[in-house]
């Protein structure tokens, strides 16, 4: 099944030319099924980029997935242009009557920093908040699955002397799990961190289960609660040339000690285009967390139970 997105969103023209699935908003109120209300809190400077990327692998999943584009009220992003906010996106005030299926919470390019000096750290927290009873499962990435981690369970995050840069490879745990259902026994996954989260510190917790790790770059994918909340700390949403780009722009402003991305350019050439690896898992992830929201939220949004 298709995603429903607004008709006139840039992402639609992407999505139709690589043939993902999409539908149209008058065809989509013609057909007598409930789709999944899912929103997404893009807290990535670059919108639009971010956009693309979510909906590219949310509109591969079987279910028709309605989508609510939201952005922090506590500070607007600079790289996007106001209008594009202004046509696409509600601030969470505006959208905080509702409730959700799901709840996707991008990274921010705000890692090192402290997360109570974060412009929006308190909206950011009214947010995971109301989580809890408007939403059935959320999907936190990167920074954000760290920031969630810190809110609710009082994890904290360490500055990693190098920053963590590549395409690392992982292995699969032995026993079967809906959220890595279909997954190969090795997957390679974008990684693109100067923070990382202790492995210990999320043992200790009896409500998490670390499904990915790697030993060079930590704990990848962990879950709670029967996957009301999923944290994904690397990037299978990523493009090609994602992990490039940002390599580049780091090494030009000098703010992180960077190494060569690890696995990444062919020959360690930085004028070779990098393959990509790791198309087929980031849709069977999100398709297979998807699948678990579908199979698990209520008909009725009412009756969303609260997380305790």
Known sequence: MPIKIPDNLPATKVLEEERIPIIRTERALRQDIRPLQLAILNLMPDKISTENQLLRVLGSSPLQVEISLIRTASYQSKNTHPDHLENFYDTWDNISHRRFDGLVITGAPVETMEYEDVLYWKELTDILEWSKTNVYSSFFICWAAQAALYYHHKIRKKINDVKLMGNYRFRLPSRYDPLIAGFDDEIYIPVARQTSVKRDDILENKKLDILLENKETGPCLVHENTYRRVYMFNHLEYDRDTIKNEY???????????????????????ENDPPVTWRAHRNLLFGNWLNVVYQGTPFNLDDITPIA
């Open 248 to 270: 580049l722009r780091d090494l030009e402003s000098g703010q992180y000690t960077v190494s060569l991305p690890v696995n990444y350019f062919p020959d360690n050439d930085v």
